[in-house]
């Protein structure tokens, strides 16, 4: 497998996604992709998508320190394959999966991204 994967958009945790998303819009320009009770996504004008994640009990993040931002991975149309060839190259699955459209995975230094087949385009 040569390449399976794209960058689809950045994940940004807060405690009030509507919020972050405004601020971005505000910064960066753009539209908004949806809009529902745990996050917006907003297509800046270069192509990128951003999306302000809603999580219970956020702390902001202390810099330096912990890394909260990560990346969504489009896949090809076959996830569990994609997952696979991620795993067969090092990553190890999260402990947790909330969504099963998508696939939650730690690089061999422990940072989480994500794999999914959705799509951001709006």
Known sequence: ??????????????????????FYLGL?????????????????????TVAAQR?????PPQWPGAS?????LAADADLDLCEQHALAIGAKPAPVQPDPRWRV?????GHPFCITTRNYAG
């Open 105 to 109: 995975l730690l690089d061999p230094a």
């Open 68 to 72: 909260v931002v990560h990346l969504d």
């Open 28 to 48: 960066l320009g753009g539209r908004v992709l949806w809009n529902d009770e745990h996050s917006v996504g907003i297509r800046i004008p270069n192509g990128l």
């Open 1 to 22: 497998m040569t390449e399976p994967f794209a960058l689809a958009g950045l994940s940004l945790d807060c405690d009030d996604h509507e919020h972050l998303a405004r």
């Open 55 to 59: 999580v219970d009990d956020y702390s």
